[in-house]
């Protein structure tokens, strides 16, 4: 009924403008062809068939898409508080737009968060507050088997290719880079001329692509790494192993987008669909991944290796830990991506529901390599979200060595959210590979931003640790940093968490990591536990029966191999042990074969315990 009440509205008055325009002035007929334009949109609304709303609502049904267009941006600039906005508030991008324009970046009379507010954390400042350095502090990275080893900053821009950033942005960064002495990390997509314009430091990354070192089937090219490795400007190399946005994912460029430069960068045919796989091709286990970081040490005339991944499963993570005790071979640094990172396009699942958040995932990493005495020898980076000092301070507490930002510095370079990276409409040219909207981005202007909000970022973590009373990074502790935990109370990360002591998993590994730590295994990823629950009663073998969760308070989760766990790791039950027995890497672990198991039949317990 609404349909045709809107089409006679407006055919009656383009008739009576047609009437008017005939006998009046010539303004009329321009109201004539607005109103019978009107008309005919609203005939045509009515006899499509794709949009339901416009068949019963005739023009008028475009007001709905009209507004939902620029609903992100009447949402972020008038509905939103300065501290509630997603993925950065309002507050944080403030921050990094003066800070980067080297504008005053305070903010006056006091906090608006919620300082009550269950969650909430804070540092503690000292009564006996110190100055901070002269100059900013770098990290050293290189273990025992490092010949080159190299000085990182606190804070460093984080992985971005070149074909997800403009050459403009790519630039602008690495002059800011250059500037201000602290890295500039490629992306998986490859070496390429912008990231040597300027000279700056570069951790070149490389990913299951092997893009720039690779052969024509896609597999890793020694030769061509060596060649690239060798080059003056690469100063480590990263080997990506998964991202936090969208951990477990490939990647496919369709061929249409693979332009003649995107093409040089990758080397990759052109036109042709460039795939990169889920995981990597030169290695499938840990004992092979630690082998790689031996075999690319080499051929770089052992400049520091190190690899980055989103935390999945804990015993992927001990895993690691037992191949390098395994092999004698450790990387020299190990970048953490929290599940909050960001990424030009990821499905929403993955970026909502998949992977670990950096807090979680860092102490996770931190405490397995104390645990298995190799902190020592490997540096620890945290990217996802660090955009501001107390970011900074906040994850060397929580066991990082340096970090690694990636967004904020899109946002130094002129990024204003508008979370169009996966479309080309980067209205900035920060993320697009349009000429036309890309040329707005100046490289000289925007590597002076890059460079100002880096310096003034990391000043501001250098000031707070001297209120903190910190001379040295390797006296921040976990009893700075505390968390809300409920409205009356608040807690230190000592306190909330369990920290493990140096060497402890090689003695007597506690109660919550026993578990994971006796079924991790060097030669294998991935956990492949059977559900107790799932199993049919053994009547027969009273040693290997199964509690019932739904009738007992005590959670299950064991294998076949009889263990029944509690989510706390403690083993309640376990058969007795008979002479089926094979070791692996020195430890006695039974063998049963278990659902879906490894080809030794080794289960694992669901979530580590």
Not at 53 to 79: D, K, T
Not at 141 to 155: F, R
Not at 201 to 221: A, H, M, P, Q, V
Request: net charge neutral.
């Amino acid at each position: 009924m609404v349909r045709f009440l809107i089409l006679i509205l407006l055919a009656s008055i383009g008739f009576a403008t047609v009437v008017a325009a005939a006998f009046g002035s010539t303004g009329w007929w321009v109201l004539a062809a607005v109103m019978l334009a009107l008309l005919g949109l609203a005939i045509y609304d009515s006899f499509q068939t794709k949009h339901a709303i416009l068949r019963n609502f005739p023009v008028l049904g475009r007001m709905r898409f009209l507004l939902e267009s620029i609903r992100p941006e009447i949402q972020q600039y008038f509905i939103e508080r300065n501290f509630d906005g997603r993925p950065f508030d309002r507050d944080t991008r403030s921050l990094i737009y003066a800070r980067a324009k080297g504008q005053d970046s305070h903010k006056a009379f006091g906090t608006e968060r919620d300082v009550n507010q269950e969650g909430y954390e804070f540092l503690l400042h000292s009564t006996a507050p110190v100055s901070p350095p002269e100059k900013p502090r770098k990290v050293m990275i290189g273990g025992p088997d490092c010949k080159q080893p190299y000085g990182v900053a606190l804070m460093n821009i984080s992985s971005m290719s070149f074909g997800s950033l403009s050459k403009n942005a790519v630039l602008a960064m690495n002059k800011g880079a250059a500037m201000g002495g602290f890295v500039h990390e490629t992306g998986e997509g490859g070496l390429t001329k912008y990231h040597l314009e300027y000279g700056a430091d570069l951790f070149w990354e490389i990913g299951s692509g092997y893009f720039g070192c690779r052969t024509e089937d896609g597999k890793f090219n020694p030769e061509r790494f060596a060649e690239k490795a060798a080059m003056p400007q690469v100063k480590a190399i990263t080997l990506k192993l998964s991202q936090g946005a969208k951990p477990g994912l490939g990647g496919v460029l369709p061929g249409k987008k693979v332009t003649a430069e995107i093409s040089e960068a990758r080397e990759v045919p052109l036109g042709i669909d460039c795939i990169s796989p889920a995981s990597h091709s030169a290695f499938s286990s840990p004992r092979g991944l630690m082998e790689f970081v031996g075999t690319l040490r080499e051929l770089s005339g052992g400049k520091p290796i190190g690899y980055k991944f989103c935390v999945g499963s804990r015993m992927d993570v001990l895993a690691m830990v037992k191949a390098m005790l395994a092999t004698g071979i450790t990387p020299d640094y190990i970048i953490i991506d929290g599940s909050e990172g960001g990424t030009g396009a990821a499905p929403l699942e993955y970026e909502d529901h998949m992977g670990t958040p950096l807090t979680e995932g860092l102490m996770l990493v931190h405490n397995a390599l104390v645990g298995a005495g190799l902190r020592d020898r490997i540096k620890l980076g945290a990217a996802g979200k660090v955009a501001t000092g107390s970011d900074i301070v906040k994850r060397l507490i929580q066991g990082a060595d340096f970090t690694m930002s990636a967004r904020a510095m899109m946002m130094a370079t002129g990024c204003i959210q508008a979370q169009k990276c996966h479309t080309n409409e980067c209205p900035v040219g920060v993320a697009t590979q349009d000429p036309r909207l890309m040329r707005a981005l100046d490289v000289t202007d925007k590597g002076n931003r890059v460079h100002n909000y880096q310096k003034l970022t990391v000043a501001e973590a250098e000031q707070i640790m001297a209120s903190m009373g910190v001379t040295d990074i390797k006296h921040l502790n976990t009893r700075m940093l505390r968390r809300r935990t409920d409205h009356l109370t608040t807690k230190s990360y000592a306190s909330i968490y369990n920290w493990l002591r140096p060497g402890e998993l090689l003695v007597e590994p506690p109660r919550g990591w026993a578990a994971d730590w006796e079924e991790a295994d060097a030669d294998h990823f991935g956990e492949f536990a059977a559900l107790g629950y799932l199993e049919p009663m053994n009547t027969e073998d009273d040693d290997a029966a199964y509690i019932n969760p739904q009738t007992t308070d005590l959670p299950v989760v064991g294998g076949r191999d009889g263990r029944v766990a509690s989510r706390e790791g403690k083993i309640v039950a376990q058969p007795p042990r008979d002479d089926t027995r094979e070791k692996v890497n020195d430890r006695a672990t039974p063998v049963v074969a278990g659902s879906g198991a490894r080809p030794e039949g080794k289960t694992a317990s669901r979530e580590g315990l």
